[in-house]
């Protein structure tokens, strides 16, 4: 893409309202950022916290911070928010409860992320194929990686698997453990279980090949 297409392509993206432009600072604004990215961690919010205080344009600053603001208030409050993008407020204040799978508003009952019918109709999909145990891991797995459990997130880790279809060793952390144990394989310090599971899905697959 040439400078002078990507130029006309974000005319066009602002004139349809999915981006806002700084042609002074050259930066780019996507408006629902927080509608699809919600930092649930301490540490993710101080990544948001300090990437906000790097942006060079007033304009589109004012406006991350007033976005920001609104997303932090349903949990916590504006007051809040509003002082730890200011950098004044503790590093230690405790998120909201509700993850790792929690069944509340927004999430499918394996704790998939949902933002509209069709996420909840692709989540329900997802819970049928693969069942609810390895979902609810595969969430947790990502959410460990602060990466926020989207449908289409869930499916790719899940097909990164391999793809198994609803079976048996597969289908808790204690099955794959048990299982793995008598091919003699243990999980490494530090591996997480989806890691774990493709290990042994190597295994087997060298065994039979």
């Known amino acids: ?5 990507l130029a006309d392509a974000l005319a066009e993206f602002q004139h349809r309202g999915l981006v806002e432009l700084d042609p002074v600072t050259g930066e780019v604004l996507l408006p629902d950022w927080f509608r699809f990215y919600v930092p649930r961690t301490p540490a993710a919010r101080g990544a948001v916290e300090s990437a906000i205080n790097k ?9 991350v911070e007033k ?14 928010a509003k002082a730890k993008v200011k950098g004044k407020a503790s590093s230690k204040e405790e998120e909201p409860s509700g993850g790792g799978g929690a069944n509340i508003p927004g999430r499918s009952k394996a ?15 997802i819970e049928q194929k693969y069942g609810l145990d390895r979902v609810r891991t ?10 926020d459990p989207l449908p289409s997130r869930v499916s790719r ?16 952390d204690a099955a ?8 003699g394989l243990e999980a490494y310090r530090g591996e997480t279980m989806n890691a774990f599971r493709q290990r042994v899905s190597q295994h087997l697959q060298r065994d039979h090949a």
Do not use: H, N
Request: net charge negative; glycine share 8%.
């Open 138 to 147: 595969a969430v947790v797995e990502l959410e460990l990686k602060e990466v």
């Open 67 to 80: 976005s920001y603001e609104s997303m932090a208030s349903a949990g916590k409050g504006k007051d809040k």
């Open 176 to 183: 794959t453990i048990d299982f793995a144990s008598q091919l």
């Open 111 to 125: 704790g998939i992320r949902c933002w509209s019918p069709d996420d909840l109709d692709g989540a329900l999909a």
């Open 1 to 5: 893409m040439t400078s002078s297409s």
């Open 55 to 63: 942006i060079l344009s007033t304009v589109l600053q004012r406006k």
């Open 157 to 172: 880790a899940l097909q990164e698997e391999g793809q198994q279809p609803i079976g048996a060793w597969w289908q808790s």
